[in-house]
């Protein structure tokens, strides 16, 4: 189990994260929702390590979470130029032998033995997905992992993240897209203004489309008045 | 293999595909220029104590290793990253401690080895500079300009303080020449990114492009530089060359970086991949007698740059 205990995180006077508690299990998908700005990618980050926390901690099985437990994929990856996709596979992948790289990417057919940086937007994110994978830590944790992938490999992402419940591994995923997320999302938290406004289990879903939509409607009505 | 091997074969592996894209021609021209360039330093180099080979590594190791970008992509990997990065800077060191060597130079070979040492107890990629500049209103640039624009907010505490610093020790003749080098060295950072398409499209259908946007860069770099160009002629009449030779070379130099940007150019590419050539450039334009090369180059980047803006939108 990960548990986020009172964690406060600020960009010098900007509080982004303000006492955020919250409990991953394991053999679940935990779905990360906000709007642009909310602290998703500052949520994760801290958990990772990237970012100093002001007050708090993320706890892994009683002790503080450390690198070797998660398996990140960021919203936007490094990649080495001039380093194939095989080559980066080979390198995240080293302490797992049993990684089976190109029955990995029968998944995704992509072109490893070509340089990283002739590949799309999409194929990026998808070997960095194989990356992760690659990596076999005990949390997953994926910001935004279906933006720029075509819709083919977005049902096999989620294909794949569905199945991986049963490897007992803690999924947690940022997403704009709420489609996706209730889809394979056992749980999702709100997260708005650095705070996780209400926390929804899977009977809940259509109440938080609902509400997300009815929110929305509110805001632009107006605008869209004068507009339109 | 372990990780850090498998780490050092890949940027072993890089640089042997950068010498690949160079191409083997014009690679041999940069060994040769900066054999030249290294040999020359060393000799210099020879004559001085060994602990400043110390502070020369510390402070080269310092300007890579604070600026990585590949700091997150490290922290995911299994491995101790003081361990893999004192294998990577080692490796990088080595050429020149084997030079050091070769001249029968062994105490300065181990200080300039050693001397990163400190760098390694320091987290990589922390140093974010100008974090003030996005608050400093630029709007009054153009949007033609809008490389000045990016490149101030980038540098602009250091190229301002650095321009009046220069102004009011004009007096001094090295003066001209050490902000001239500065500059050369920072301009790469105001070409690097790509405009988008867009862009280019309302300005590519003015025609003479290229020429168009060297020419309204000089100006505006050039203009701004002339009470530089002033205060050395003032005080130093008698060496107008120098004032001359600077002038000459900042042109170079813009000319250089504009030509080399387009030349690389690709659509829906945020950023300029490879800067190898800026190296062979800066190299070939300081080191005398090797102008003529650096005038090949922009010739030759000239030609591929209005080759490469005329495939996408002639």
Redesign the interface.
């Known amino acids: 189990m990960l548990e986020i205990k009172n964690l406060a995180v600020s960009y010098g006077t900007n509080e982004v994260l303000k006492d955020v508690h919250l409990i991953f299990e394991p053999g679940m998908v935990h779905g990360v929702l906000g709007i642009n700005g909310a602290g998703k990618s500052t949520l994760f980050n801290t958990i990772?390590?990237?970012k100093k926390p002001n007050a708090g901690s993320a706890q892994f099985q009683n002790r503080t979470v450390q690198?070797?437990d998660i398996?990140?994929m960021?919203t936007s990856?490094?990649f080495?130029?001039?380093?194939t996709g095989m080559?980066y596979l080979?390198?995240?992948g080293?302490?797992n032998k049993d990684f089976d790289i190109k029955k990995w990417n029968e998944l995704f057919e992509l072109p490893l033995n070509e340089y990283v940086?002739n590949y799309s937007t999409g194929m990026k994110k998808k070997l960095a997905f194989i990356g992760v994978m690659a990596?076999n830590r005990p949390i997953l944790i994926l910001d935004e992992p279906f933006n720029g992938v075509d819709i083919e490999s977005n049902e096999k992402l989620l294909q794949l993240l569905i199945r991986l419940k049963s490897t007992n591994k803690i999924i947690i995923i940022a997403s704009h897209i709420i489609e996706s997320l209730t889809r394979i999302c056992d749980r999702i938290n709100l997260l708005e203004n650095g705070v996780i406004k209400t926390t929804f289990e899977k009977t809940e879903f259509p109440v938080l489309e609902k509400e997300l939509k009815d929110s929305i409607k509110l805001k632009i009505d107006d605008v869209l008045e004068g507009l339109v | 293999?372990?990780?850090i091997e498998?780490?050092l074969n890949?940027r072993i592996?890089?640089f042997f595909?950068?010498v690949q894209?160079i191409g083997i021609p014009l690679f041999i021209i940069l060994m040769i220029v900066t054999t030249g360039l290294t040999f020359k330093v060393l000799v210099f180099l020879s004559e001085v104590q060994g602990v400043e080979m110390a502070f020369f590594s510390f402070f080269l190791i310092a300007s890579i290793h604070f600026t990585r970008?590949?700091s997150?992509?490290l922290?995911?990997?299994?491995v101790s990253r003081p361990l893999l990065f004192l294998a990577e800077y080692s490796l990088f060191l080595l050429p020149v401690s084997m030079l050091l060597l070769f001249l029968g130079k062994m105490v300065p070979a181990i200080y300039w080895q050693l001397g990163m040492l400190p760098i390694l107890i320091f987290p990589a990629g922390k140093l974010k500079i100008n974090k003030i500049a996005p608050f400093i209103n630029l709007d009054g640039i153009p949007s033609k300009y809008f490389e000045i624009k990016l490149g101030f907010r980038r540098i602009f505490f250091a190229i301002v303080l650095l321009y009046f610093i220069a102004l009011g020790y004009s007096f001094f003749i090295g003066t001209l020449i050490l902000f001239g080098i500065f500059l050369l060295l920072v301009l790469p950072t105001f070409f690097e990114n790509f405009e988008p398409k867009e862009m280019i499209v309302l300005e590519y259908g003015k025609g003479n492009f290229v020429r168009r946007k060297v020419i309204n860069h000089l100006l505006v770099f050039q203009i701004a530089l002339m009470p530089h160009y002033l205060m050395f002629l003032f005080y130093h009449k008698e060496m107008w060359y120098l004032g001359l030779a600077c002038f000459v070379g900042l042109c170079l130099g813009i000319i250089f970086n504009i030509v080399y940007k387009y030349a690389s150019y690709r659509p829906n590419v945020p950023k300029m991949?490879?800067n190898s050539f800026q190296a062979v450039f800066l190299a070939t334009l300081l080191i005398p007698g090797f102008v003529i090369v650096s005038i090949g180059l922009i010739i030759y980047f000239w030609r591929k740059a209005t080759n490469n803006l005329a495939y996408y939108y002639a």
Do not use: A
């Not at chain 2, 922290?75 to 299994?78: E, M, P, T, V, Y």
């Open positions: 990772y390590g990237f690198n070797g398996g990140f960021e990856c490094y080495y130029p001039l380093m080559e080979k390198l995240l080293i302490q940086e990596m | 293999m372990n990780t498998r780490f890949l592996k890089q595909r950068s894209e970008k590949d997150h992509f922290k995911s990997l299994d991949f490879s």
